[in-house]
């Protein structure tokens, strides 16, 4: 219950004198705050002390003063009922002082001389700092008198004046995108404010930034700019639009002169350069987007942006993004994976068709040349039954002892018919037979390529591949592409600079945070690869803590691969199959999705614990100690290790991510990039290396994986038990249960150092047609591209 006292200003301050000993001790104070921080809310004479931006901090208040005929002096109070002081003031005023809640006080209006409303003290503050060009400190004021007194009289105007002076004090530090969007917020807000001279400066402030954009080769940003401010200012005729406009047209006109005499030098691969570099500057140049056509149409061209440039050309090799992409132009496959299924990857035989018999112990396949180009029409039957022969020989160079396990005849039943016997039951025999095609088995040069393209030219930066004359020859006018370039890029920046200049029209790999930019753009269409990569790091030397289980797990121990992959590679951006793993085995990219079948989910990854990787790299120092002093050996000593990382961008942040957390365990590490296009080191030239690796099948990529003779080269004997037990399954739930044993194994054996699982992802510009759908390689459909306009 609140106790009410009406009285003057004398007898008011000596009541809350006997009440400030009675009921809050000393002195009123505000609510909550600690002793260095009191806040007097009342005094019998003078003004309160001026808060400054400590007024932020204090409950909104308002400050009775009264007369000098009634006492004098002040009290804060909660905010009163009314907003103004009365023209003929009469009656009472009733108010609580901050800090004394339990009472309530009535005077008379004539007893008050004035009242500084908390309103009108937060408007004083605001235009005071903007007088004053402390912008920082008008800003909160600003924010309360907006979000509290919206229609305040005069607001209007005071944050008009905020945004003019602040734009102004922008430009002239450099600062002209802060500059310019103030302007522009201003001129929505308040478009009669100072027009003249605001819209000269929207102008002034465009042309410099402009000018600075232009120099940086900005050119994508500066047309975006330029072409919104034509939009929402054209009707004012800015002259630095009109300037602008000029100038990105007489750029563009430029390069379509020069386009046209590249063309009449026969020269498309440059016309097509410049004529694309005109439409860019100026979409809507006179014939512009004919003269691209046309020089498309006479020589269709389609250049790849790449971060890893290929030099190794191999569309089965399991730990090369660039080899895999590449030598899928050059290169057919036996079979060639075209996707995950239900059971297992969805498998094509491209010399004809293929089945297995209902007990899944004969696989037969059935050639069908008729439906075949050329040089694939010329395969023979009794040949194609050799090499199947061959994989299963130990001598054999394409020996794969997973086929020699599982196949016990091979016979030719007709003269295009194959049948391979099998020893047991197999679920998926066809994944075991991924094997090149070179020209070597059409009587050509070994080596030579089987695909539509050939390599024309290797360079620094460049790659090009050019149509054959076979495939140019059956594709007559159809405007397959008769070359297509690949173009290294050294950032993720870098390439989505090209793509939307239209330099390059695909993408082959996209950091995540890019993807999801992309995918606001209407040119650009970005699309997931249905297949992740895995990330890992492999032993590769005979570096002997290396090669201590102890050690490894101090180096797992010592990862925040959380931190790295969601901060560093994701950028903080969500991307859906994205995930740490416990494995050397995808998780597939939902919890139904078939490809995680070699994943045990109950198994969790480890995590940072850079203590207990400190304690296991002492107890692998200790362990070792005692093992030589056992030997009569000189103790071995720890040595740098060596990290080795393909040359992209991607892996070379990854990896100085993980120097600097093993550094702070106390570990010298030492990072080696490879050669471009590589992926594996030369021995001796490093200890770890980063891949990333396409375990798309874990029924035979395991092996190829962890085996003697795989990425690993894992000689543990339990890594070798599991994968011969799994080899022998004989039905999908015997695959699995073994597969999930041998993810139990690897994840305490650490034949791998397994990272995280990536969900890839392409663009490419909206005129190029025919790229299809799930496509697990880049060049799977790249028969069937066309550009359009």
């Not at 076979?470 to 050294?490: F, H, N, Q, T, Y």
């Not at 919890?591 to 995590?607: A, C, E, H, K, V």
Request: net charge negative; glycine share 8%.
């Amino acid at each position: 219950m609140k106790f009410q006292y009406q009285v003057t200003s004398r007898v008011l301050l000596r009541t809350l004198g006997i009440l400030a000993l009675g009921l809050v001790g000393p002195s009123v104070i505000g609510l909550n705050r600690p002793a260095g921080a009191q806040m007097l809310t009342y005094a019998e004479s003078g003004k309160p002390e001026d808060s400054g931006l400590g007024l932020l901090q204090e409950e909104p208040h308002d400050i009775i003063y009264f007369t000098e005929k009634s006492g004098g002096g002040w009290v804060k109070s909660h905010l009163l009922p009314v907003r103004d002081m009365p023209t003929t003031p009469r009656g009472t005023l009733q108010f609580s002082i901050l800090g004394i809640e339990v009472e309530e006080f009535v005077a008379k209006w004539s007893d008050i001389e004035r009242i500084d409303f908390w309103e009108k003290r937060l408007e004083r503050e605001t235009a005071s700092r903007i007088a004053n060009e402390d912008f920082v400190g008008a800003y909160p004021f600003l924010s309360i008198l907006i979000r509290d007194y919206p229609r305040r009289p005069g607001l209007k105007a005071l944050r008009s004046e905020f945004l003019w002076r602040n734009a102004i004090q922008r430009a002239s530090g450099s600062q002209r995108a802060e500059s310019l969007a103030m302007l522009e917020e201003l001129f929505r807000y308040d478009p009669q404010y100072n027009q003249a001279q605001v819209l000269k400066a929207i102008s002034l402030t465009t042309g410099g930034l402009m000018q600075a954009m232009v120099d940086e080769g900005d050119l994508d940003n500066a047309q975006q700019l330029l072409a919104r401010l034509k939009e929402d200012y054209g009707r004012f005729d800015l002259p630095a639009i009109s300037k602008w406009d000029g100038e990105f047209l007489r750029m563009a006109t430029e390069k379509r002169n020069e386009a046209i005499e590249a063309v009449k030098q026969k020269d498309f691969r440059s016309a097509r350069t410049l004529a694309r570099e005109s439409l860019y500057l100026k979409p809507d140049i006179e014939g512009g987007r004919e003269l691209v056509k046309k020089i498309d149409e006479a020589y269709p061209l389609v250049s790849v942006g790449v971060l890893q440039a290929a030099r190794v050309f191999d569309p089965v090799r399991l730990d090369n993004w660039s080899a895999r992409r590449a030598g899928r132009l050059l290169y057919r496959t036996m079979f060639e994976i075209q996707g995950a299924a239900p059971e297992g990857g969805e498998y094509d035989f491209i010399f004809g068709s293929a089945e297995t018999t209902p007990d899944r112990q004969v696989l037969e396949l059935s050639i069908d040349t008729a439906k075949l180009p050329n040089p694939l029409n010329r395969i023979e039957v009794d040949f194609l039954a050799d090499q199947l022969a061959r994989r299963a020989r130990p001598e054999s160079e394409t020996y794969f002892s997973p086929w020699a396990a599982s196949v016990t005849g091979i016979g030719i039943d007709g003269p295009q018919r194959i049948e391979c016997v099998l020893r047991r039951p197999h679920v998926l025999p066809t994944c075991l037979l991924q094997i090149n095609v070179d020209a070597s088995w059409f009587g050509g040069e070994k080596g030579g390529p089987t695909g539509d393209y050939f390599i024309d030219v290797i360079e620094d930066d460049q790659t090009r591949f050019k149509l054959t004359e076979e495939a140019r020859r059956a594709s007559g006018d159809s405007g397959k592409p008769r070359e297509i370039v690949e173009v290294r890029c050294d950032t993720g920046s870098d390439s989505v600079s090209k793509l939307l200049s239209g330099e390059i029209d695909v993408l082959d790999q996209l950091f995540p945070a890019d993807a999801i930019k992309l995918k606001e753009r209407r040119d650009v269409k970005v699309v997931e690869y249905p297949l992740p990569t895995i990330h890992m790091l492999v032993p590769c030397s005979d570096h002997e803590f290396v090669a201590d289980k102890n050690f490894r797990r101090a180096l797992l121990y010592g990862i925040n691969r959380e931190d790295i992959l969601k901060g560093e590679l994701l950028e903080n951006h969500e991307s859906l199959g994205c995930r740490v793993l416990s494995g050397p085995f995808p998780a597939g990219l939902s919890q139904d999705d078939p490809l995680g079948y070699g994943y045990d989910t109950s198994i969790l990854p480890r995590r940072f614990e850079p203590s207990l990787a400190q304690l296991l790299v002492s107890l692998s120092q200790n362990l070792k100690a005692a093992e030589a002093e056992r030997k009569g050996e000189p103790e071995p000593k720890l040595r740098t290790v060596r990290l080795a990382f393909p040359a992209d961008n991607l892996s070379r942040v990854a990896c100085e991510a993980i120097r600097s957390q093993w550094e702070l365990i106390g570990l010298d590490v030492e990072l080696v990039e490879l050669p471009v296009g590589r992926t594996y080191p030369d021995p001796d030239t490093a200890d770890l290396v980063y891949v990333s690796c396409a375990i798309w099948e874990p029924i035979i990529d395991a092996r190829r994986l962890l085996g003697p003779r795989g990425l690993a080269k894992s000689e543990d004997q339990l890594i070798g038990l599991g994968l011969r037990r799994l080899e022998e399954a004989r039905n999908w739930k015997e695959v699995r249960d073994r597969l999930l044993v041998l993810h139990s194994i690897s994840h305490h054996e650490l034949p791998v150092l397994p990272l995280w699982q990536m969900v890839d992802s392409f663009a490419y510009r909206n005129n190029l047609v025919g790229m299809g759908n799930n496509i697990v390689s880049l060049y799977q459909n790249a028969g069937n591209w066309r550009l359009e306009f």
